[in-house]
Nanobody, 117 residues
Framework: QVQLVESGGGLVQAGGSLRLSCAASGSIFSINAMGWYRQAPGKQRELVAVISRGGSTNYADSVKGRFTISRDNAKNTVYLQMNSLKPEDTAVYYC???????????WGQGTQVTVSS
């Protein structure tokens, strides 16, 4: 049974930094893509960043230059380093992992990130 466990969320002031971690467990299969999505109150869930097993990355325009996604394949863990945080980054951040077998997509429970002005 696949489980994704996020950690690192919290409350920071604008301009501060936060590092999110997500560890995947419960499957013998390797993970293809891993990523982070976020959902702010009243808004749709949106892609923040995604990283392939080989290390290629994509970022939402709103976080480019401020956030960095990385992963440790040996630990089945993905990270999101968030710098220069803005109040508009406030959201619940969800870890995502794509496996090579059905149902393919798994989600973490979410971790709250709150940026105060």
């Amino acid at each position: 049974q696949v489980q994704l466990v996020e950690s690192g969320g919290g409350l920071v002031q604008a301009g501060g930094s936060l590092r999110l971690s997500c560890a995947a467990s419960g499957s013998i299969f390797s993970i293809n893509a891993m990523g982070w999505y976020r959902q702010a109150p009243g808004k749709q869930r949106e892609l923040v960043a995604v990283i392939s097993r080989g290390g290629s990355t994509n970022y939402a325009d709103s976080v480019k230059g401020r956030f960095t996604i990385s992963r440790d394949n040996a630990k089945n863990t993905v990270y999101l380093q968030m710098n220069s945080l803005k109040p508009e980054d406030t959201a619940v951040y969800y870890c995502y992992a794509q496996y090579p077998v059905t149902p393919y997509d798994y989600w973490g429970q979410g971790t709250q990130v709150t940026v105060s002005s």
